[in-house]
């Protein structure tokens, strides 16, 4: 056996011993949200399905209790995890094209068109899988999670007013470059750090959908919230492919049809659930200002777009700039 693949042995018989055992006939699927979060609501569905649809149980691993997301998608890729969740703000370290998801004002805040383009598209449906594939995944559905809000200390109404503060992101290359085009200071951080980063001044801002700002206290410790239409937040959906390529035909069946209906059910789930849990923040903390960017306050952050989109492409090459160019094309499609 290579150096490599013994390290990555090595590696997979480490992190199983912390992982609680399950029969022959339990699969396991770890995501990186809360059971009671958009991804926690999902996996519920998807178990559901799958259960009702086969002989197998799926045992659930909310965020937390297998690690971060680098964890669980290394378990995930080990096969120690038969099934995980994670945003292509991840997986972009191991697949540069999926950081496609955070240019700036590729994707529409209308959550209609999110829904058919995400369940239609060439790019998510035909052209992800393979290269998710080279990296030992499967790749399932991918679906949204509502439009991102930026939290700071400070009113945000134009780019200058994100100079030098300290913006956390996840550890993607292109977010990175998203926020520096904007004029913020990008500090990668796990989310486990964000709260108390936030609470001691370490950084002053971080973007997420509005639920998550509620479930996770994030709000406690923020003052702003600033809606500029820029991304919409995207989970993806993946197996371990050994294990996918291993199963009969009925269960890859079963898995599909229970990913669709998960789908269509987290869709509808998400309906309305934005404003409701800004109420919930409003309700809890009334001071807290939220502001919705006016077109004129976001020429700033979609000039800045152009040049994230031409380091996407400098990033990724052809192979970027082809899955750019389908999903805009799908995107289109998708608004008609």
């Known amino acids: 056996m290579a150096p490599g693949k013994l390290l990555a042995a090595a590696a997979a018989i480490t992190i199983a011993a912390g992982v609680p055992q399950a029969s022959a006939d339990t699969w396991r699927y770890a995501f990186e949200e809360s059971l009671e979060e958009v991804q926690g609501v999902f996996a519920q569905k998807f178990k559901e399905e799958v259960e009702a649809r086969t002989d197998h149980e799926i045992q659930l691993f909310p965020f937390g209790t297998l690690g971060e997301s680098a964890d669980i998608m290394e ?13 292509p703000g991840f997986t972009g ?5 999926a950081q496609v998801f955070f240019v700036p004002y590729l994707l529409p805040t ?26 030992g995944l499967e790749l399932l559905v991918m679906f949204p999670e509502g439009e991102v809000a930026m939290t700071t200390k400070e009113p945000v109404t134009s780019c200058a007013d994100l100079d030098e ?26 989310w486990g750090e964000v709260y108390g980063a936030l609470q001691t001044g370490i950084i002053q801002g971080q973007e997420n959908p509005t639920f998550f700002l509620y479930s996770t206290g994030i709000y406690e410790v923020t003052d702003h919230i600033t809606y500029a239409g820029h991304n919409t937040f995207t989970t993806a959906l993946m197996a371990n492919k050994d294990f996918y390529d291993g199963l009969s035909a009925e269960d890859q069946a079963a898995i599909q049809e229970a990913a669709a209906i998960a789908y269509d059910f987290i869709v ?27 077109d004129d306050q976001r020429a700033c952050f979609k000039e800045a777009a152009g040049s994230v989109e031409a380091k996407f492409i400098e990033m990724t090459g052809e192979s970027g700039k082809a899955i750019l160019e389908q999903m805009k094309a799908d995107l289109e499609a998708a608004a008609n």
């Open 75 to 87: 378990q995930a890729q080990a096969g120690i995890l038969q099934f995980v969740d994670q945003s």
């Open 165 to 190: 503060v300290k913006f956390r992101v996840m550890t993607n290359p292109l977010l990175v470059e998203s926020y520096a085009a904007f004029g913020a200071t990008p500090t990668p951080l796990p």
């Open 268 to 294: 509808e789930y998400q309906k309305g659930l934005a404003e409701a849990e800004l109420q919930k923040i409003l309700d809890a903390k009334p001071e807290m200002t939220v502001t919705v960017l006016t």
């Open 110 to 135: 209308d959550q209609a068109q999110l829904a058919r383009f995400y369940k239609d598209s060439v790019a998510v449906n035909e052209m992800f899988p393979e290269l998710y594939a080279e990296q």
């Open 93 to 97: 370290s191991l697949i540069p094209e």
